[in-house]
């Protein structure tokens, strides 16, 4: 039994515990099963990619938002 999430993709939040403590994004994507939120430019690691045909020819790396703790994130009211 999966509980009710008060945020949303799309409400912009703010992050009151970990690294990026203080700063505020919109969310990106809701992770339910996880209890987890994907707010853009927070927690952002940088990742190795391989090589493929379509979308990175050379590979490399890439900047990626991970997944923070959604009772680490508050909803900001007033939008």
Do not use: H, Y
């Not at 912009?12 to 853009?40: M, Q, W």
């Not at 430019?41 to 703790?69: H, R, S, Y």
């Amino acid at each position: 039994m999966a509980i009710k999430l008060k945020i949303k993709k799309g409400d912009t939040v703010k992050i009151i515990a970990g690294d990026d403590k203080g700063k505020t994004g919109e969310v990106l994507r809701v992770l339910p099963s996880k209890n987890k939120v994907i707010v853009k430019d927070c927690k952002v690691a940088k990742k190795t990619v391989k090589p493929d045909q379509e979308k990175n020819p050379e590979g490399g790396f890439i900047n990626k938002e991970m997944p923070i703790d959604i009772s680490n994130v508050a909803k900001v009211e007033g939008e």
